[in-house]
């Protein structure tokens, strides 16, 4: 309750670049008689700026944004407010995804096509401050392989494995050797468990490493 007695809503940012998406959320949370949307952003971007500009108790964020990734403006938020709280809100399920998000600073992560109470309970939680993970996320979490991270350069490498480059068309496009190219793969090869490049692709799209 406020001092004149009316109740104290949690103001929240909306960060979705799906203008129904948002426009959908915003309603299932202005259904709440304590939360109120102050805000939507459809890039990170104005995510940043909107967060900067509005102060919010809690910011929901897309981590795929046309501009920059959701990561990259979590991380920013949290550079402007380190008490920031977030929850990531995204249709990809991979470990990688679920790992950098809450590296970066969420303390929630839902997958969209959850149901609606999912949502606003998450939201609830995390503005308590404590973590909101689903059942999927946290067996998600708890099946990555210990020394399976991937450095920048190697995620690179293996989203242009993705695209069908040879090892020669990716060391021009990354302006490095092309032993360094295959020096890199074979890395990628052992840290997620596979035996060719084929396999490395499946397996990176599963894990949520490189994306359609």
Known sequence: MSADG??????VLIVDDHPIMRVGVAAILSAQPDLQVVAQAGTAAEAVRLFAAERPDLT???LRLPDKSGVEAI?????ISPKARIVALTTYEGDEDI???LEAGAQGYLIKGMPHDALVKALYRVHAG???LPQVVSQALS????GSHLSQREQEVLQLLFAGKSNREIAEELAIKEATVKSHVS??????NVSDRTQAVVEGLKRGLVHL
């Open 187 to 192: 890395v990628i090869l052992m840290r997620l």
């Open 6 to 11: 009316e109740l104290k809503k949690i103001r």
């Open 99 to 101: 790992h950098q998000a």
């Open 75 to 79: 991380r920013a938020i949290r550079a």
């Open 143 to 146: 099946s990555r392989v210990p």
């Open 130 to 132: 404590h973590r909101f």
């Open 60 to 62: 929901l964020m897309d």
